[in-house]
């Protein structure tokens, strides 16, 4: 069965972070995370649907996985199927969406289900015991009959959500139901209505599940994601190039990548995963955290629950239930507040729209090659765009957005734009070898 990946989002919600199908969590990307599911389904004719914005990045990582260029992305799923099917021919075909991680027992069931005599086709469907702003299903017997999409709180049709992982046995017919649809539509719930053409003269079965399921749309999804990851961590696994100091203390699961340095009197606590030749300071502790290749977890910081790209670097501070980008260096005594003081739910602007994070608990997300400098802090739900400069002493209470220089004058935060930028990790590498 040919399965269609489509990651051609432009992760404008999982800003300040860029392309989140290449955001590494405990050594491996999202999209190789979802890769290693699916495979484990048994589904190994894997094509990614993606866009201008990504593939070039995504073919030079990943060489070996066939891509479809999306034309349009402003028509959504309709848009990455438009540009897919015309190259599946008539083999089965599996739609995926890039934003959901499940497991791969979901795969499997719904592989069963679609291939019962007299099914056109199946769809996976998430149990819920609250409101989920998604599409709901109708169902008759086993049979879809309807997909509602955000009916709102108290009108759900049912308890099952649809999650975009659907087999076609016939994608002919799913791509003419596309193509039916009015090009000039701007609906971004097209490839919904399509499906609904085709219940009307097509079986269609739901498969229920209540497995792991979790979108990631937001930078905080990953925070949500990540102890599932931690979870794959079952026994402690030190590369014998790793050093330890004997003093340090190592306790649970933990992953030491390649070259990485564990320093007099520091503390690891599992499940943990820490990248290829990272250093985890004097007095560092570490715990529930995914750390990324090349990041200095410098003396006396705290690294709680969060997701570290690379070349990470921290002197002194606390960074509790955060994710931080590429290339960012945190100066002494800089700090991230990840707690409201009334002990509700943090709340962070999302494309100028108040929204709720469903966690008590959420620091910061950082972009890459970023500057923070000594003893600044950062309000709960607080983002800072790439590519920023914050000065010495500032307290941010909003975001900061990309390229901005922000300080304190005259006793009040003023921003301005950042004419200058962070050195390039590797020219840091080389600048370093030749001072010591």
């Keep these: 069965m040919q399965v269609l990946l489509l990651i051609a989002g432009q992760s404008k919600r999982f800003w300040p972070l860029k392309e989140k199908s290449l955001f590494p969590v405990c050594g491996k990307t999202l999209l190789e995370h979802q890769l290693e599911r699916l495979r484990a389904a048994g589904l190994n004719e894997i094509t990614l649907v993606g866009g201008a914005h990504n593939l070039e990045q995504i073919r030079n990582q990943y060489p070996g996985l066939p891509t479809i260029e999306q034309e349009n992305l402003d028509l959504g799923i309709r848009g990455a199927l438009l540009s897919a099917l015309p190259h599946c021919g008539n083999e089965p075909v599996m739609v995926v969406s890039g934003n959901d991680v499940i497991d791969s027992t979901g795969y499997k069931a719904l ?18 015991d609250s409101y989920f702003p998604g599409g709901y299903l109708t169902l008759d017997g086993d049979r879809v009959s309807n997909i509602m999409e955000k009916p709102g709180e108290g009108n759900e049709p049912s308890d099952l959500v649809n999650l975009v992982a659907h087999i076609h046995n016939e994608p002919a017919a799913l791509l003419k139901a596309l193509e039916d649809i009015d090009m000039s539509d701007d ?54 190039s790793a050093s330890v100091h004997d003093t340090a203390v190592i306790t649970g699961p933990v992953i030491l990548e390649e070259g990485v340095r564990v320093m007099a009197h520091a503390t ?48 002194m501070s606390y960074v509790g239930d955060s994710v931080i980008g590429r290339n960012v260096s945190f100066g002494g005594g800089a700090m991230v507040g990840n707690f409201r ?76 734009e950042n004419r200058t930028s962070a050195p390039d990790p590797e020219a840091r590498e080389q600048y370093y070898k030749k001072v010591n």
């Design 341 to 416: 003081l009334d002990e509700q739910e943090i709340h962070s602007v999302v494309n100028g729209n108040d929204t709720g994070t469903n966690r008590q608990k959420f620091g910061t997300a950082i972009g890459d090659n970023c500057r923070l400098g000594i003893h600044m802090t950062i309000n709960p739900g607080i983002k800072i765009g790439g590519g920023s400069f914050v000065s010495s002493g500032v307290l941010l209470e909003e975001d900061v957005i990309d390229a901005s220089f922000v300080r304190i004058k005259d006793g009040k935060v003023t921003r301005s």
């Design 111 to 128: 592989l069963a289900k679609s291939a019962e005599k007299g099914v056109a086709g199946a769809l996976l469907a998430y149990k819920v």
């Design 187 to 240: 609906h971004d719930d097209a490839y919904e209505r399509a499906l609904q053409s085709l219940f009307q003269s097509h079986v269609f079965h739901a498969v229920s599940y209540e497995g792991f399921w979790q979108a990631v749309k937001y930078p905080w999804h990953l925070l949500d994601l990540l102890p599932t990851l931690l979870q794959e961590i079952d026994a402690p696994k030190i590369h014998p």
């Design 268 to 315: 690891i606590v599992g499940p943990c995963f820490i990248g290829k030749n990272s250093i985890v300071a004097n007095n560092a502790l570490v715990r529930g955290a995914s750390v990324g290749n090349h990041c200095v977890i410098g003396y006396g910081t705290e690294i709680k629950e969060s997701v570290l790209h690379s070349h990470v670097w921290t002197h």
